[in-house]
């Protein structure tokens, strides 16, 4: 399937793609153009619009809280994993101002915003931080498993 969204992608719009290629379209592959072109692109090309003004995988708010495109996926296509709901607060926080904000939020915007800025385009910038959502998603995983007592060192 084809996904679109708009270009220079920092935080949401790599988690999309990232939770999209893992869990929802093994084979999905991704399109990254003007704000103003996302929606005609869409329909263009049979795209499946993201984390642009007017498509259905969108933020959007639910009882007075703000939800992130990366919620809005996981609603969508039913996805119940505990370690990728955890992910998603992580996601959250890093792209929105939730009153629950996860505290590991600003190193994920700070870590997407340095990938941008070295990355050549938005393709690249998607391999970079693919490996970082995987790490984030077993770190979450762990956290549930494990009870994520965070282990110390005596150095």
């Known amino acids: 399937m084809r996904w679109v969204t708009r270009e220079k992608a920092k935080v949401d719009r790599i988690a999309c793609p990232w939770v999209i290629s893992r869990f929802v379209d093994k084979d999905a592959q991704f399109f990254f153009v003007p704000a103003q072109e996302v929606l005609e ?22 009882k007075g809280y703000e939800y992130v495109s990366f919620d809005a996926i996981i ?3 039913a996805l119940k994993d505990p370690a990728l709901l955890e992910l998603a607060k992580i996601v959250r926080s890093a792209d929105a101002e939730p009153p629950d904000a996860k505290p590991e939020g600003p190193g994920l915007e700070a870590a ?5 800025r070295i990355a050549k385009d938005d ?13 984030l998603y077993a770190y979450c995983k762990w956290r549930l498993e494990e009870g994520g007592k965070l282990e110390h060192s005596s150095n």
């Open 123 to 135: 393709h690249e910038n998607m391999k970079l931080q693919f490996p970082l959502y995987d790490a």
């Open 41 to 62: 692109y869409a329909k263009k090309n049979n795209a499946t619009p993201f984390d642009t003004p007017g498509a259905e995988l969108m933020h959007y708010e639910e």
């Open 112 to 116: 997407a915003l340095g990938f941008r």
């Open 75 to 77: 609603k969508k296509y």
